[in-house]
């Protein structure tokens, strides 16, 4: 358990979430936030001012990759269009390589 009573609620963990309150969520949520993982600059839309057009040319990779999705207005993320048609760990890789190829000024 954390040492400040919040346990995040995540798929694979072999131990449940302990119900808590707003408050003491609030609390352990700022407590732990200096070790959160930082997001890359490219990635977040506050400091990358292409943001929009890179995660556009994202979702243009993913579509054409065969996984059919529709951006959500101001690049907030995107939607299945369909059903995947695709395994999971298909899917995973097209996305992980369609962000790497929209972000990472295509390496």
Not at 33 to 49: G, Q, R, T, Y
Not at 73 to 87: C, D, F, K, R
Not at 94 to 104: E, P, S, T, V
Request: proline fraction near 9%.
């Amino acid at each position: 358990m954390h040492d400040r009573g919040y346990v995040p609620n995540l798929v694979g963990l072999p131990w449940p979430s302990v119900p808590v309150s707003a408050a003491t969520r609030k609390a352990a949520e700022g407590a732990c936030a200096s070790k959160e993982p930082l997001i890359p600059p490219e990635l977040d839309s506050k400091k990358n001012p292409h943001y929009a057009a890179q995660f556009h040319q994202e979702v243009l990779c993913l579509n054409a990759g065969g996984l059919k999705v529709t951006e959500l207005p101001n690049a907030e993320g995107w939607n299945y269009a369909e059903q995947p048609t695709m395994s999971e760990k298909q899917s995973n890789k097209l996305q992980h390589d369609c962000q790497r190829k929209a972000f990472g000024g295509g390496k």
